[in-house]
Nanobody, 120 residues
């Protein structure tokens, strides 16, 4: 019953900002590391940022200093604040979470993706 739902993708001008959110819902579970990945047209999927349950973060070099990942454990939600957006940030952004459900080993779950387009 676990589901990840992303929101916040939009069309934005270069230099602008967006905030993406992803909420995990479903039956009883524990959400460990959460992260954001993206796939640009013609490119492979790449890691954008991750955050552990304790709040330790990791960023791709291409977004470090511009993007900030955060989470609200009480809401099982992860956010990605995207500032100083560039055209090369255009991609479908996917939420990922390592989730432990009662009685089964932890595994990755993926959202459906949200489109971010940076263009004039």
């Amino acid at each position: 019953q676990v589901q990840l739902v992303e929101s916040g993708g939009n069309l934005v001008q270069p230099g602008g900002s967006l905030r993406l959110s992803c909420a995990a819902s479903g039956s009883v579970f524990i959400v460990y590391t959460m992260g954001w990945y993206r796939r640009a047209p013609g490119n492979e999927r790449e890691l954008v940022a991750t955050i552990t349950h304790r709040g330790s973060t990791n960023y791709a070099d291409s977004v470090k200093g511009r993007f900030t990942i955060s989470r609200d454990n009480a809401k099982n939600t992860v956010y990605l604040q995207m500032n100083s957006l560039k055209a090369e940030d255009t991609a479908v952004y996917y939420c990922n979470a390592d989730i432990k459900r009662i009685g089964v080993p932890p595994r990755d779950y993926w959202g459906q993706g949200t489109q971010v387009t940076v263009s004039t």
